[in-house]
């Protein structure tokens, strides 16, 4: 059974710094190039960074590109998002997704397994 699990959310100052983890098991994901999007509040998820499988290439929304960086341990299959210079408008549920290519991808509909979320909360 593949999951994902996110972890490393939480209540941080604006201006802060957060890291979240993705740990995946049931397959290897070494792959697959992967994500993670997040869901504002009464808001839709929308794309934040992804990675390819190789980690050679990484795309990033434009709110956060310079303060976000996501990077991928093949060997742990896990993928990690460093969070700097947070905002209050960074405040949503953050989820990370493996794609179905290689490729980093900003479509939600690119990604084929989801994790259940974690929650991060900027105060300002």
């Known amino acids: 059974q593949v999951q994902l699990v996110e972890s490393g959310g939480g209540l941080v100052q604006a201006g802060g710094s957060a890291t979240l983890s993705c740990a995946a098991s049931?397959?290897?994901?070494?792959?697959?190039?992967m994500g993670w999007f997040r869901q504002p509040p009464g808001k839709e998820r929308e794309f934040v960074a992804a990675?390819?499988?190789?980690?050679?290439?990484?795309d990033y929304a434009d709110s956060v590109k310079g303060r976000f960086t996501i990077s991928r341990d093949n060997a742990k299959n896990t993928v990690a998002l460093q969070m700097n210079s947070l905002k209050p408008e960074d405040t949503a549920v953050y989820y990370c997704?493996?794609?179905?290519?290689?490729?980093?991808?900003?479509?939600?509909?690119?990604?084929?397994?989801w994790g259940q979320g974690t929650q991060v909360t900027v105060s300002s």
């Open positions: 990675i390819s499988w190789s980690g050679d290439s990484r």
């Open positions: 997704a493996v794609s179905f290519m290689r490729v980093p991808l900003k479509v939600p509909n690119s990604y084929r397994y």
């Open positions: 049931g397959r290897t994901f070494s792959s697959y190039g």
